[in-house]
């Protein structure tokens, strides 16, 4: 019995020292944290750092957390193709969580131009620390549940000030579907002792790997196309709260240090992004990571290679919504302990360096409150008055395809661009728009910075070298017909909603003998994959053709699709 009693205690003393050898490891000196509540390795059962943590147990934890904290709630706001959940960790004090409603509606008088606000004594800095949308850059998510725990749990008065000034929202893992397959990797293949010879398998994850979601698409550029679930359930949480701070934590190369913005000047910035965005809070918040990385020691660069030009970056997006958005890059273990030039790259202190990141992301973001909300409040009355300026706007329809029209405005309308659908037919630029194929983006309102993203055609750059993307004009993306608008009065119609575009098709009339469908129609794939998982026979025509129709004398192109009613298994 002694034996056992002294073993238990003895068990209970490691148990102890290596949770507290844990939190000197990760956190900076001085934290204290609420015995009651959990830290990432008593509740997963071993070390951060350790093994890669898959996304139902990064969820469970998170879930946990708002449990047993008055500090802390959780919101699924979407779910993936796999169908693992997107959440967010909301976390302020017990008494923010209380109001969070009123201080929700008290942040979002920043966006609307009609308010002057000016006095910001009652507003919170809202911070949406967002991690691991490329799958196999690992490190994030493990770092978000270290930081989860440090502002749920710590007793210290860094958490309890910062909590009172600022609604923080965790985002742990943008790309579920992408992480666990590369989590599943790296723990499948780590080996006992650690294997860090880059040759070995563990650090060699096989095509296609976790960087893109189920579909193999980088969800690290769908913040503007949303061609994604996961993007369109973001981009909705996210003008529900206009966060006046993103982050957006990646990995690099093995033998790089660790990389925050600013990003290269000039040559990749966005170029309806005010420039107080880069020249101010960009430096003012570059203070706060290089205090922090040179107080662990960590070496790091910035100002080179980094792209913040595209728009749907998670790091560029939010520059063009009145906040500030963040990239950061650390050289990856991928794996657990890899060789570099500089000596062995442990997973731990790659998780290290984006928890000090992240605190230092919440330092900044309080101290500089006033500042980023000034911004906020500046960033949308500035963009009303640019459009107001430019006056005018974009008409555009497809006179023939509905479906395509419908897409785009949906992609416009998931943006919050207001968008009007005209009263009458209108000829500009030599296009003529028809009744109810003709729509209207003024350029007076508020997304003004948003509207030019979608139509303007950039063709002028500061440098000739580019990350990736150095076009995005959504409008051509779509094929879709659009002239610029510049009379002096504004056209008339009816705003639309998303609501408005639903249900809206009209059903062709019946026939004994075949049904067509013209391939070029946006919808036509969706609907040729519709037919057959129904089980119907469709042919397709190899040559264009004119034949009489229900509707007349028609053409039709190459790959019309065509449904005989007769031989059908099922009635068509
Ligand atoms: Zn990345």
Redesign the pocket.
């Known amino acids: 019995m002694k034996f056992k009693f002294l073993f238990t205690a003895f068990a209970l003393l490691f148990v102890i020292s290596s949770a507290s050898a844990q939190s000197d490891y990760f956190f900076p000196e001085g934290a204290r944290f609420d015995p009651k509540i959990p830290s990432p390795e008593k509740y997963l059962g071993y070390s951060i750092g350790t093994l890669h943590t898959r996304h139902d147990a990064i969820v469970g934890y998170l879930r946990e957390l708002a449990r047993l904290s008055d500090r802390a709630k959780l919101d699924t706001i979407g779910e993936t193709y796999e169908h693992r959940q997107l959440v967010v960790l909301t976390i302020s004090s017990p008494t923010n969580m209380d109001n969070l409603d009123v201080i929700q509606q008290d942040h979002l008088q920043l966006v609307d131009p009609e308010n002057q606000i000016g006095d910001y004594a009652d507003q919170k800095s809202i911070v949406l620390l967002g991690y691991n949308?490329?799958g196999n850059?690992p490190s994030s998510s493990e770092a978000a549940l270290l930081t989860a725990y440090y502002y749920v749990a710590g007793l210290h008065n860094e958490v309890t000030n910062a909590l009172d000034e600022a609604v923080l929202m965790i985002d742990p893992t943008f790309n579920p579907d992408g992480r666990d397959r590369h989590t599943t990797w790296a723990n499948s293949y780590k080996g006992d002792p650690l294997v860090s010879d880059p040759t070995d398998a563990e650090h060699n994850e096989m095509w296609p790997g976790g960087?893109t979601n189920h579909y193999w698409y980088d969800l690290?550029r769908d913040w503007l196309p949303l061609a994604h679930v996961e993007s369109q359930a973001r981009i909705d949480f996210y003008h529900k709260w206009y966060p006046n701070v993103v982050t957006d934590f990646?990995?690099?190369g093995t033998n790089s240090t660790y990389f925050f913005e600013p990003t290269k000047p000039f040559g990749s910035e966005n170029p309806v992004v005010p420039r107080d965005n880069y020249d101010g809070l960009n430096n003012l918040f570059a203070g706060y990571f290089h205090e922090a990385l040179d107080e662990i020691g960590s070496l790091y660069f910035t100002k080179e290679s980094y792209d913040n030009s595209y728009p749907g970056y998670g790091s560029t997006y939010p520059d063009i919504h009145g906040g500030l958005g963040l990239v950061f890059?650390q050289a990856s273990s991928r794996g657990h302990l890899q060789d570099s030039r500089m000596g062995k790259v442990a997973f731990a202190f790659t998780i290290k360096n984006h928890v000090t990141s992240s605190l230092a992301t919440v330092r900044a973001s309080v101290a500089e409150k006033n500042t980023l909300l000034a911004h906020m409040e500046n960033y949308f009355e500035s963009a009303l008055a640019e459009g107001k300026q430019a006056g005018g706007g974009w008409v555009f329809g497809d006179p023939a395809d509905d479906g395509r029209n419908q897409a785009f405005i949906d992609l416009l309308l998931r943006h919050k661009i207001k968008t009007i659908e005209l009263n009458e037919e209108i000829s500009l630029g030599g296009k003529s728009f028809d009744l109810g194929k003709a729509f209207y983006v003024p350029n007076s309102q508020k997304q003004y910075r948003m509207v030019r993203t979608m139509f303007e055609q950039v063709t002028t750059f500061y440098d000739s070298i580019f990350y990736d993307a150095s076009s995005w004009t959504a409008a051509l993306s779509y094929n879709m017909p659009y002239v610029r608008y510049t009379g002096k009065n504004e056209l008339a119609g009816k705003e639309l909603q998303r609501e408005d575009l639903l249900g809206t098709y009209e059903s062709v009339s019946k026939s004994e003998y075949a049904y067509l469908i013209e391939w070029d129609e946006y919808y036509a794939p969706k609907a040729l994959n519709y037919l057959l998982d129904k089980g119907l026979y469709v042919n397709s025509a190899f040559k264009k053709f004119s034949i009489e129709t229900g509707y007349g004398l028609q053409e039709f192109g190459y790959g019309t699709l065509m449904i005989p009613v007769a031989r059908q298994e099922v009635n068509p």
């Open positions: 949308v490329h850059e960087r690290n990646h990995e690099m890059e």
